[in-house]
Antibody
Framework: EVQLVESGGGLVQPGGSLRLSCAAS????????MNWVRQAPGKGLEWVSY????????YYADSVKGRFTISRDNVKNSLHLQMNSLRAEDTAVYYC???????????WGKGTTVTVSS | EIVLTQSPTTLSLSPGERATLSCRAS??????LAWYQQKPGQAPRLLIY???KRATGIPDRFSGSGSGTDFTLTISSLEPEDFAVYYC????????FGQGTKVEVK
């Protein structure tokens, strides 16, 4: 079964850090770019970051640039998001999504919830 | 940043009716536009990519059209499982999503 499974979410205080992970299975992970997309409670989708198949190209949304770092391990079929200096507005469900359709997000995980609150 | 504006915000229709959703971009796209469906408590699902190509397994009642700055998702005859929120997304310059259109039961 084609699957992406996120982990690492939780409750963190403002200014704190979290590291999200996404484990891929059931498909060939390495050829595809990967994304993190988040959704604040009751809100729409917000793209967060992209990493190319070989990690040579990385992009971030302005809202997270300088605070978040995306990385991947093609041997372990995993994607990561290191989140530092967290703010209340980073509270959201974080999804990883694979660019399996001509760079569009054809495979999605179920998401992991990040809550930033004191 | 390319801004995508979806209209209407909410579409109230009955099963069997035709749904027409609009997505307007703040600048011209090279047809690098997709549509996603999201149901409550679920991850989004890719429906349409490159403006008009259906993803694998997507019923042919879903179709996409448009070019430049104006794009449309059409659901020819609404099935009960089609009531959901729909987002457009561009990947011409980085990536942005529209704010979504909710298709609800009238």
């Amino acid at each position: 079964e084609v699957q992406l499974v996120e982990s690492g979410g939780g409750l963190v205080q403002p200014g704190g850090s979290l590291r999200l992970s996404c484990a891929a299975s059931g498909f060939t992970f390495s050829p595809f770019g990967m994304n993190w997309v988040r959704q604040a409670p009751g809100k729409g989708l917000e793209w967060v970051s992209y990493i190319s198949s070989d990690s040579s190209t990385i992009y971030y949304a302005d809202s997270v640039k300088g605070r978040f770092t995306i990385s991947r391990d093609n041997v372990k079929n995993s994607l990561h998001l290191q989140m530092n200096s967290l703010r209340a507005e980073d509270t959201a469900v974080y999804y990883c999504a694979s660019g399996t359709y001509n760079y569009y997000m054809g495979v999605w995980g179920k998401g992991t919830t990040v809550t930033v609150s004191s | 940043e390319i801004v995508l504006t979806q209209s209407p915000t909410t579409l109230s229709l009955s099963p069997g009716e035709r749904a027409t959703l609009s997505c307007r971009a703040s600048q011209s796209l090279s047809n690098y536009l997709a549509w996603y469906q999201q149901k409550p408590g679920q991850a989004p699902r890719l429906l349409i990519y490159d403006a008009s190509k259906r993803a694998t397994g997507i019923p042919d009642r879903f179709s996409g059209s448009g070019s430049g700055t104006d794009f449309t998702l059409t659901i020819s005859s609404l099935e009960p499982e089609d009531f959901a929120v729909y987002y457009c997304q561009q990947r011409d310059k980085l990536c942005t999503f529209g704010q979504g259109t909710k298709v609800e039961v009238k």
